[in-house]
Nanobody, 124 residues
């Protein structure tokens, strides 16, 4: 299984970005998540979506501004980010855990597969 994240870039505070993560493999029965990390800091949970796509969870710092979604036909998971703040600056990574159910997962140790990160920089 390979995950390929894209969509990062430089944006002004208050702006929007949409990250996408393509998931390879024969199936798309995965719970998926987005995490972010800055140098010298621990990886931080951002958002998660269940295998069915019916359940989602967000970090308190992004709730109401970010939206996670998945497209089973395209085998992608997206993170729509709005009202971006300088503190949202980080390398964002997508992760997958095999499973088709209603559970979502909020810690990095619960995920089996990771994509490379994509840099998001929000200027003030």
């Amino acid at each position: 299984v390979q995950l390929q994240a894209s969509g990062g870039g430089l944006v002004q505070a208050g702006g929007s970005l949409r990250l996408s993560c393509a998931v390879s493999g024969r199936t798309f029965n995965y719970a998926l998540g987005w995490f972010r990390q800055n140098p010298g800091k621990q990886r931080e949970f951002v958002a998660a979506i269940s295998g069915t796509g019916g359940n989602t969870a967000y970090a308190a710092s992004v709730k109401g501004r970010f939206t996670i979604s998945k497209d089973s036909a395209k085998k992608t998971v997206s993170l729509q980010m709005t009202s971006l703040k300088p503190e949202d600056t980080a390398v964002y990574s997508c992760a997958a855990r095999l499973g088709y159910g209603g559970a979502y997962f909020g810690t990095e140790y619960q995920y089996d597969y990771w994509g490379q990160g994509t840099q998001v920089t929000v200027s003030s």
